[in-house]
Structures are given as structure tokens and as C-alpha cells.
């Protein structure tokens, strides 16, 4: 197998953290996001999409990392990802939330448009606009993942055993930290970002984005205060 990808990734961290902590073997291809090369060929002719990441798997060429992480899970035998139907059903059902409501405004109205020339608005009204929409939003979501999909009673999204949502969930979430957002006031956020944080792995696949994180330390965002 081969994984395209970029180490800082929100997306891209989540499949490879769930790949080293179960000892699946994959090769890595560094996309640079940085250069635009996911915008070139080789890449864009691989991934007509532009965005990393993406698994080679034989002749099986996948998309998406919500897919990726409920092939490898499925390829392994994985209890993260349950048989049973209806354990199966909530890890698919907030990994869709995850996708759609939550990653729609934290990242893309919130903390990309702040942290990537290509996705800043073109006047500063606009980017002023975009920020403050995305603020009122993504604290709305932050707060509905904190009370409803974790909950006070819950180490882990879908229960007290860990799944592939927690994987995902974690690389989205922990986007807000390069902003600086102060997740005291999310003590289950918090509580479940810290379990995933013990995971073996969780340094090492993690060394690029806590790079990031250190290098705009000190710049202005926009947060959620």
C-alpha cells in the first residue's frame, strides 16, 4: 500500500496516526502542499481531486479520509471500526457530522482562511465577514461536540472504547490549537483530545503539526473568545 500525503494534514495525521498504532505497513508519498504541488502533475492526474490524502492499495486507488480509515479498519479486522450495525451506524454518523457541519466552519471559515493565502477572501470585509461567521458557528459546533457527542460520561466520542471517529475527530479538532483557541471551556473536548494524546504514536506522526504550531506561535488569529 501507498499513502499520498502531507505530515502536517489535518486529514492526512488521523490515517496515518490509525496506521502506525495497528502496524500497518504503507508506503508514504510526500505530497507538498506548500509548493502547490497537489495542484500538478504527477500528483493531479493520480488525484483528479487535489487533495491528500490519498491510499494505492493495488488497483484500488481511495479517497477521503473518512474512507480510508473505514478500509484500513475494515482490511485489518479492526474492533475500532465495530461490526455490530448499530455501533457501526453512531462512529459513521459523527464521523459524517465531523465532516460536514464541524470541519465546514472551524476549518474552512475559521482557521484556514486565516492560515493559507489561497483560501484568504480577497478584501478585508469579506475576510472580516468570513472569520466572524465562522466564529459564531464553529463555537456552536465545539460546544455541541463538548455536551452532546462526548458528553460529561464519555472518554471517547461513540463511548469508552476508542474508534476510528476518535482518530479523525482528533486531527480535525486539534486544527484550532495552530489558531491558539483555548479549549478550557470544553473540558470533554479536552478530556478526549488528552486520551487520544497518550496513544503510542501520537508524537511521533504528530512532530510536523506541532512544528507548525511553534512557528506562527506569537501571530494574531481570529479564536473563539
Not at 505497513?25 to 500528483?43: I, K, N, R, S
Not at 474492533?79 to 459524517?96: C, G, S, W
Not at 492560515?115 to 465545539?142: C, I, M, V, Y
Request: with cysteine; glycine share 6%.
Amino acid at each position: 500500500m501507498k499513502l499520498y500525503m502531507h505530515p502536517v494534514s489535518m486529514t492526512c495525521r488521523p490515517v496515518r496516526l490509525f496506521a502506525a498504532d495497528n502496524n500497518i505497513a504503507m508506503d508514504e508519498e510526500f505530497v507538498d502542499l506548500m509548493t502547490g504541488a497537489h495542484m500538478q502533475p504527477p500528483y493531479s492526474t493520480i488525484n483528479p481531486n487535489c487533495l491528500v490524502p490519498l491510499l494505492e492499495d493495488g488497483d484500488l486507488k481511495l479517497t477521503e479520509s473518512s474512507a480510508i480509515l473505514k478500509y484500513l479498519a475494515d482490511k485489518i479486522g479492526s474492533p475500532a471500526y465495530p461490526k455490530d450495525l448499530k455501533q457501526r451506524a453512531k462512529v459513521n454518523e459523527v464521523m459524517d457530522w465531523i465532516n460536514t457541519n464541524f470541519y465546514r466552519e472551524w476549518g474552512y471559515n475559521l482557521c484556514y482562511p486565516q492560515l493559507f493565502p489561497h483560501l484568504k477572501r480577497r478584501s478585508d470585509e469579506a475576510q472580516a465577514a468570513t472569520l466572524e461567521f465562522g466564529q459564531q458557528n464553529a463555537k456552536r459546533w465545539l460546544t455541541l461536540l463538548n455536551d452532546y457527542w462526548i458528553g460529561p460520561n464519555k472518554t471517547y466520542l461513540v463511548g469508552n472504547t476508542i474508534t476510528i471517529a476518535d482518530y479523525f475527530g482528533a486531527g480535525i479538532v486539534t486544527l484550532g490549537e495552530i489558531i491558539g483557541v483555548d479549549f478550557a471551556p470544553y473540558p470533554n473536548v479536552t478530556r478526549c483530545l488528552a486520551a487520544m494524546k497518550k496513544l503510542p504514536n501520537w508524537g511521533k506522526i504528530n512532530e510536523a503539526f506541532d512544528g507548525l504550531r511553534e512557528a506562527v506561535k506569537g501571530q494574531k488569529f481570529v479564536t473563539l473568545a
